[in-house]
């Protein structure tokens, strides 16, 4: 976490769960220099309004509704934002690796980012080959700023638990789970968030995605989703993504929606074959 969000953390944790005034439309936020704080907003008083009170499966359909209807930047738009604003939240043009931690400095935009492929490129937590095509391919609530070699290693594979490694940096692994299967292993300070990401895309795209890995992703991520709580810095982004793209990620604004809905993905008694 970069030091400039620790100082909000209690104050952001602390009201995380509740809406702080009516916003009227979506607001441009204060110009800042490296190193100082933001002004943190979050949801309109009333932007989940549609949603209290239900349960299950009805609430995920009312978040859909609510979320879905966002401002479509285009792929190349969407990644100059992403490292440009949306993850250098104190803009002193550093960002780092949400798998690895690493830093890389001076980045501007896509381009001075990716820097022939030893710098960085965009993590589509849920992967392009499962479904983030389209206008889904862009949208900054599942896009995060990776290091090339470990997008690489993660490519399309699902997250989960690795007891057998054969890669390791930076405390994000790739290997086998207790099963057998080959995954791919956050480290501790993404869990969560990656976890959140996931859902969200489950939820306003999953009509439409592969759903092979959700199938088996969905336990561990509401364990994740447990076991690295929503921060400061997330609160931050959900606020950056939601003044450039005109919506937000309501597990990240209301945490406790992920208990509330339960089973996200409603078990079917068909063979897995059909499902696919």
Not at 79 to 90: I, K, N, Q, S, T
Not at 104 to 130: D, M
Request: proline share 5%; net charge negative.
């Amino acid at each position: 976490m970069k030091p400039v969000f620790a100082a909000l953390a209690t104050v952001v944790l602390a009201s995380s769960l509740a809406a702080c005034g009516t916003l009227q439309g979506i607001q441009p936020q204060a110009t800042t220099t490296p190193g100082t704080a933001l002004t943190l907003r979050q949801a309109p008083a009333d932007y989940y309004r549609k949603a209290e009170g239900l349960q299950n499966q009805a609430l995920l359909r009312s978040l859909a509704g609510i979320v879905s209807n966002h401002k479509e930047l285009g792929y190349d738009l969407a990644r100059d934002v992403m490292f440009a604003e949306v993850d250098d939240l104190d803009n002193d043009d550093t960002l780092d690796c949400d798998y690895t931690g690493r830093h890389l400095s001076q980045v501007t935009s896509r381009r001075t980012a990716y820097r022939g492929g030893k710098g960085f490129n965009a993590e589509h937590t849920w992967p392009q080959s499962k479904g983030a095509v389209g206008t889904a391919k862009s949208d900054l609530n599942h896009l995060f700023p990776t290091d090339c070699n470990a997008n690489s290693r993660r490519s399309s594979l699902p997250f989960g638990k690795v007891v057998q490694v054969t890669w390791a940096e930076g405390g994000s692994k790739l290997g086998t789970d207790a099963n057998g299967a080959t995954v791919f292993e956050p480290r501790d300070d993404h869990k969560g968030d990656a976890a959140r990401a996931i859902l969200y895309f489950y939820m306003v795209y999953g009509q439409h995605a592969d759903l092979e890995n959700f199938r088996h992703e969905e336990e561990i991520l509401k364990a994740w989703h447990l076991q690295d709580p929503v921060s400061a810095q997330d609160q931050a982004r959900n606020d950056a993504v939601y003044r450039h793209q005109g919506n937000r990620n309501p597990f990240i604004d209301r945490p406790e929606f992920v208990a509330v809905v339960g089973t996200f993905l409603p078990k079917l008694n068909v063979p897995d074959f059909l499902l696919r």
